[in-house]
């Protein structure tokens, strides 16, 4: 379809309005007015908004533009991140303190068993049990 047949259906659709709110956008481009919202928060809602108050709206002829695959603006964020920093997975942790709390546990934990392991080098080295290094017992 062209631009004007798109534009004169658009017209009947909406009682001749020129400035479609999200509620009047929702069956003509299959998004509710939450999805919307959702996608204008995003920076990915495909349409210039223009704000009247504080009611964002959609002009019937940006509408019109993008139906027939001439609109500009289209999918694509309005950032410069890559698609790897848009959609990257983070970790799901609350904080690092508990990581943090084990690693310390961990090492406490390394350097006793160490101390005990000399410990026992050195009553076994004294014992004079016959092993000429200590170390080939470990």
Partial sequence: MDKENILRDLKERTAGKTLLTAEDLAPIIHR???AQANLR???????????VGRVPMVSVYDLADWLAGECVQGLKPKTTATE???FAVRPNRKSLGSALGFMTAQTLFI???????????VSDA???SGLKSPLKRI
């Avoid at 350097?111 to 080098?121: G, W």
């Fill in 32 to 34: 509710s007015p939450q």
């Fill in 41 to 51: 928060n995003t920076g990915t809602f495909p349409l210039p908004i223009r704000k």
């Fill in 84 to 86: 790897k920093e848009i």
């Fill in 111 to 121: 350097a006793e068993t160490v101390a005990c392991v000399e410990k026992l080098m």
């Fill in 126 to 128: 004294l014992d004079g």
